[in-house]
């Protein structure tokens, strides 16, 4: 008697242990299904903070760079691409942050994508290609010994 006791107990925690596993499957799915359905609304979000965050990191540690048309050290542009990483973040939120890793896979794919937003930017600095313009041209103008 209580030997079926025991056998109809387990039979159930393993039941129970199957439907959950079952359930999160089906609601990881659903999830899976929304996001792929409103990534247009992710991306837009995610470059509107990017853009947000790139702007305030460009005024505050980049723009004497660019405005000198030289290019930052190696040992800066490392810290200053994350506090880039970090601003971004901030700005997204606990459960947006938690979305997006969700989106992307994992953390280090996450993080890969806002460091490649902040590079191509920086690559394609406007203020320090003008600078640089501006500087060949004084050099051209005015040769070394010319003054």
Known sequence: MW???IFFQIDFFILLIVLIFCLRYILNKKHVYQVMKDFTVYDAILNIHMEKAYN?????KVLIFSLEAQRIPE???????K????????FL?????KEYIFLFGNYETFVFTL???FNS????DEIRKESMADIMNKNTIYPEGDK
């Not at 506090?83 to 901030?90: A, E, H, S, T």
């Not at 939120?93 to 942050?97: E, K, N, S, V």
């Not at 930017?121 to 394609?124: A, I, Q, V």
Request: no cysteine; hydrophobic share 35%; charged share 20%.
């Open 93 to 97: 939120g606990p459960q947006l942050y």
């Open 75 to 81: 040992e800066h542009i490392n810290v200053i691409s």
């Open 121 to 124: 930017n920086y690559e394609n």
């Open 83 to 90: 506090d880039f990483v970090g601003l971004v973040i901030k």
């Open 3 to 5: 030997a079926n006791n």
């Open 56 to 60: 305030i990191i460009h005024k505050e």
């Open 115 to 117: 460091l490649e937003y």
